[in-house]
Each structure stands twice: as C-alpha cells, then as structure tokens.
C-alpha cells in the first residue's frame, strides 16, 4: 500500500520505518523538500520523502504524525484536493508543555484533533488510533506482552478495516483492537494521554516499554 | 478505624458496606437525617447513619461518594471544622449528563474535584482513588483477575498510606496500587473517566467486570 507520513519527528520516523519494513511503499512529508530528518531517513530506509503536498499526492492513506497543534496547518499545506477521500490515520496529540509539566492535552472549540480534522476536511475518512502509547510499542506490539490495547475511532467501517490491517501489519493481533466508536471517542483517548504522562512517571524513567491492558472477569 | 462515607448512592452504599464487613465501624452520612435510602442501609448493615455533619464529626476518615458536581456544597455541609486535620478519601467523579451520552468530565476552574476539595477545605489531606473503576470493583478488586490497577493521588504521604490500608482491607495488593504524586494528577484520573465509559460499551452492557492493568516489558 502507497502511505504518506505527515511529520518527521520521532513518531512519523518510526511509523514509516515500521510501514517499509513490513512491506509498504511510504513517502514521508514535511514542510520544505529539503527537509534534513527526512532526507536521512530516506537515505537510512531506501525510501521517499517531499513537501507534505507531495506525499499526500502518493499516499492511499495518510498518517498524520504531526503534533495535534500544528495538524490543521499542516493539513491545509498538504491540500485538502490531495486528501480527499482517503482514509486519514490520526495519531497525533496535542500537547501544550507552555505552562510546564504536565502538559495539557488542548481542545479546539471543545473538539480533538481527529475531530477537528473529520470537521474541517469533511472528504476524508479519519481513524483516530495509536496515541494512547510510545511510538516504540505503536510500531512494535510485541515489545509488551499480553493484550494490551489499541483504540480505533472514526466515522467509516471501511477507513477502520483499512487502519486494522495496517496495525495487523505491525504486529497487533485483533484481541487487542478495541473499536470505541465514532469519531467522537476519540478526543476521550486525546484526554487520556495527561493520565498516560503520569503513569510513565510512575512505572519508570520513560526507557520502559508499557501500555494499558483489560483486565476483564472471566 | 471510624469511617465516614458520604453519599447513599450505589457507589457510597457499596464502599459503606464493605468497610463494615472487614471490621470497620461506619456512619453513612446524607444531606438529612431521615434520608431512606441510609435507613434502609443502616438496618442491613448493623451500623448508622446520619447527617453529612454527623458523620464527618464521627469519621476519622472521611469518604467522598457524592457526585462531584455536589461535593462542594456536600462538605460545607459537613462542616469544615468536622473535616480539619482527617484524611478525605474522594472517589468521585464530576460527570455532567446535562447534554445527553458521552457525559463531560467537568473542572471546576480548569481543576478536577479533588484538587478543589484540596483548596477549598486546606485543612483536610485528600486522597484522590478508586473514581477510574465501577463500584463492584472498587470494594471487591478480586471480581478481576491479574494485576489491574488502582490509582493514588495527594500531597499528604500519612494519608496515602492510611488510604492503601483502606485499600487493601478490600482486596487491593500491593503491586495494584500505583501512586501517581501529587493532588493534580487526580485531575487527569477523573478525565479518564470519559474514556471508561466508551470502553465499558465496547466491553459489554455494563455489567462485565474490569478494569485497567500496565502490561509491561519484562
């Protein structure tokens, strides 16, 4: 599958190394074509990068790996004709550290990011998925065992079974899919990530691999 | 040990009858001192029930089973002088319904509930736990099996440890417990509430029993 990443910070660098090693063709996007993470990713993965108009011009889908306060702007460069309709991959947060730590996960006119972006670009089919961990056990599953768990938000069945397939494709196994619902539920798991924060303080330095579980009665 | 509970609703009924069966002496206190629901209670119970005031003058531990949307009011009621110096075990949560299905977690001034109760009665040593869970689980954690957690929040160390006394008179075990620093993290405990409810649809119809567990790498 054609995958643009948007975002060249640790997490999209992540995903779009994972998305190469398991098979699929990725472009990585940012602002400027000359853009030196991305280049060296690249260079590192045989791989593309360009402006973000240019990989959503390639991708089938598009993962959104930008922070959640930059999205809309970086949305709006990569053009809304270039987007539309494709299934959308949202794992972003949007976290302002302006006031210290702990960071607030930020709300737009009361909506999160996924919602903003199912708003503003209504052609595109958003799955919100991924940010309620690390980006290491977003690509790599199996680095925590168990079932522990991964959310799916969004609007369309289709965009979901497309965004499952490429979590399959990472490693996660379908008991630890849990579909919340609409595109809604998705600011609940943005509003999550401050109780995240705390947590990784909590289990550890930052350096240990973990995520959330159900525990259920049998 | 001398708990009050405040609050005769499912949450409050059921922490008060727990704390009776593993040998502690309750007051279950509600805004009047004929309120029915408490009388009914008291008598199943073999123990009392009075005013917020009566059972805050009785507890040395006092637990907050209101609905955080009324808490406030609730502990004036109580009586600030009745409340200085003990510990308040808050397990509420401020959820708003008043626009239907998800509810609002609601601030109160951008803080959660407890952080108020922390500001507005500085007198007392609030604990902040037990609000990320259903009440079956709070006072009987061995309805779920494994590891699941139960969260820690406060300034006061005496009062988190008296708090995980409580705790694992019901159940709880040491490796359950996470304690997450100080009273703002509670904030973040009761934003997570949001997130509960969409999980708890996609797990059952409410009443399957589960809760939350960190799956770590070993």
């Known amino acids: 599958m054609q995958i643009a990443v948007l975002g060249t910070g640790e997490v999209g660098r992540r995903l779009a190394s994972r998305f190469v090693e ?14 030196a993470a991305a280049h060296a990713w690249a260079g590192e993965n045989n791989a593309a990068h360009g ?17 959640g306060l930059v999205t809309k702007a970086v ?7 270039n987007l539309a309709g494709k299934v959308v991959v949202d794992v972003s ?22 919602e903003t972006i199912q708003r503003d670009f209504p052609q595109t ?12 056990v ?13 959310f799916l938000s969004g609007e369309d069945a289709d965009a979901k079974a497309v965004t499952a397939g490429l979590l399959r494709d990472m490693g996660w196994r379908d008991p630890q899919i849990m579909d919340l619902g609409g595109i809604s539920t998705s600011r ?11 947590m990784n303080g909590g289990i550890g330095d930052g350096s240990v691999m ?7 009665a049998s």
Chains 1, 2 share one sequence.
């Open 22 to 35: 398991v098979g699929h063709e990725v472009v990585l996007g940012s602002r400027t074509s000359d853009n």
């Open 51 to 67: 402006t973000f108009a240019d990989a959503a011009v390639f991708g089938e889908v598009i993962v959104n790996a930008t922070g």
């Open 75 to 81: 949305l709006e460069a990569a053009g809304a004709e």
């Open 93 to 114: 947060n949007a976290l302002d550290f302006s006031k210290g730590f702990p960071p607030d996960a930020v709300t737009f006119d009361g909506l999160g990011v996924a």
């Open 125 to 136: 089919r958003v799955v919100k998925t991924l940010n309620t961990m690390n980006n290491q």
């Open 138 to 150: 977003m690509a790599r599953p199996d680095l925590v065992p168990g079932d522990h768990v991964v």
């Open 188 to 198: 609940a798991t943005e509003q999550f990530v401050i109780l995240w924060v705390h």
């Open 210 to 216: 973990w995520n959330i579980a159900v525990q259920r």
